[in-house]
């Protein structure tokens, strides 16, 4: 099934999706005109936005195969988007063959796409979810049976909660997460970063995001960010550039927060 399917229900191909926009950066093909279009005028606004794309995944990839080897064998992946290469379960079932995954989305074409992808994938399940209504992520009866709750579990959150422009709300979002979570879980995030961003173009990259299906877009500075951890252990490095999270190369590891960026961080719930 592909994006030129007419079949696929639940789409308008003239409303770009974020989605779709991130596939883009990252090269994929799966993709409207619509999405193209916003996509390279945010291009235009933030010139290095496909790299940051890219280190954004590369972060999920090291955070996965960090959790994995640690003994981690539950990945709940929130806002997952479309299926590229190095997926969650490919990467945690390198370390761990037994590593159960469940991806999370609310985009027709994410679902449509991942159900294909993982039709002969044991452990591994894909459910319909709005970050907006995490209770109703944690109780889908899907979830709950594929995953044990009363275990420790990896929620990650990659790239999404920006897409929350009320400050508390997000708050309140992956505070639900965390209450829900057993001792022991982990919890991985990442975030736009506003730096010292100039409030021209912080203007227009929220106007642009505006016209997607998510409606909005907001980044957030260090502390703001730092919230979402309340209560839990911040691995090393801490809450720093995606880029600059446990890097393969040490020539990647300088940590720069003057820039507007992504940065994140996977912390530890004590018990």
Same mark, same amino acid.
């Given at each position: 099934?592909?994006?030129?399917? #007419?079949?696929?229900?639940? %789409?308008?191909? &003239?409303?770009?999706?974020?989605?779709?926009?991130?596939?883009?950066?990252?090269?994929?093909?799966?993709?409207?005109?619509?999405?193209?279009?916003? !996509?390279?005028?945010?291009?235009?606004?933030?010139?290095?936005?496909?790299?940051?794309?890219?280190?954004?995944?590369?972060?999920?990839?090291?955070? *996965?195969?960090?959790?994995?080897?640690?003994?981690?064998?539950?990945?709940?992946?929130?806002?997952?988007?479309?299926?590229?290469? /190095?997926?969650? @379960?490919?990467? !945690?079932?390198?370390?761990?063959?037994?590593?159960?995954? *469940?991806? *999370?989305?609310?985009?027709? $074409?994410?679902?449509?796409?991942?159900?294909?992808?993982?039709?002969?994938?044991?452990?591994?399940?894909?459910? /319909?979810?709005?970050?907006?209504?995490?209770?109703? $992520?944690?109780?889908?009866?899907?979830?709950?049976?594929?995953?044990?709750? &009363?275990?420790?579990?990896?929620?990650? +959150?990659?790239? %999404?909660?920006?897409?929350?422009?009320?400050?508390?709300?997000?708050?309140?979002?992956?505070?639900?997460?965390?209450?829900? +979570?057993?001792?022991? &879980? @982990?919890?991985?995030?990442?975030?736009?970063?506003?730096?010292?961003?100039?409030?021209?173009?912080?203007?227009?990259? /929220?106007?642009?995001?505006?016209?997607?299906?998510?409606?909005?877009?907001? #980044?957030?500075?260090? !502390?703001? $960010? +730092?919230?979402?951890?309340?209560? +839990?252990?911040?691995? #090393?490095?801490?809450?720093? #550039?995606?880029?600059?999270?446990?890097?393969?190369?040490?020539?990647?590891?300088?940590?720069?927060?003057?820039?507007?960026? %992504?940065?994140?961080?996977?912390? /530890?719930?004590?018990?």
């Amino acid at each position: 099934m592909t994006v030129n399917d #007419p079949l696929v229900p639940g %789409i308008d191909p &003239s409303i770009p999706s974020v989605a779709r926009m991130y596939d883009y950066y990252l090269g994929g093909k799966d993709n409207f005109a619509s999405d193209r279009e916003a !996509a390279e005028k945010m291009i235009a606004l933030v010139p290095n936005i496909r790299r940051l794309a890219q280190a954004n995944r590369e972060f999920l990839g090291r955070a *996965v195969r960090l959790l994995a080897g640690s003994g981690i064998r539950q990945f709940l992946d929130i806002g997952a988007g479309l299926p590229t290469q /190095r997926n969650v @379960h490919q990467v !945690a079932r390198e370390a761990a063959g037994d590593a159960k995954v *469940v991806y *999370v989305d609310n985009d027709p $074409i994410v679902l449509a796409h991942a159900r294909a992808l993982l039709a002969d994938s044991s452990g591994t399940i894909v459910v /319909r979810g709005d970050v907006n209504t995490p209770e109703r $992520i944690l109780d889908d009866p899907d979830v709950t049976r594929h995953l044990d709750l &009363s275990q420790p579990v990896a929620v990650l +959150m990659l790239a %999404i909660l920006h897409f929350v422009p009320d400050d508390d709300k997000a708050a309140a979002i992956v505070g639900e997460f965390r209450g829900r +979570m057993a001792p022991g &879980s @982990h919890l991985a995030i990442s975030h736009g970063y506003t730096g010292e961003v100039g409030s021209r173009t912080d203007q227009q990259v /929220r106007a642009l995001y505006t016209r997607t299906a998510t409606g909005s877009v907001k #980044p957030r500075d260090h !502390a703001e $960010i +730092m919230r979402y951890f309340d209560g +839990m252990e911040l691995l #090393p490095p801490g809450l720093v #550039p995606v880029s600059s999270w446990r890097p393969e190369f040490e020539g990647d590891a300088e940590i720069d927060l003057s820039k507007p960026t %992504i940065i994140g961080g996977v912390a /530890r719930l004590p018990g």
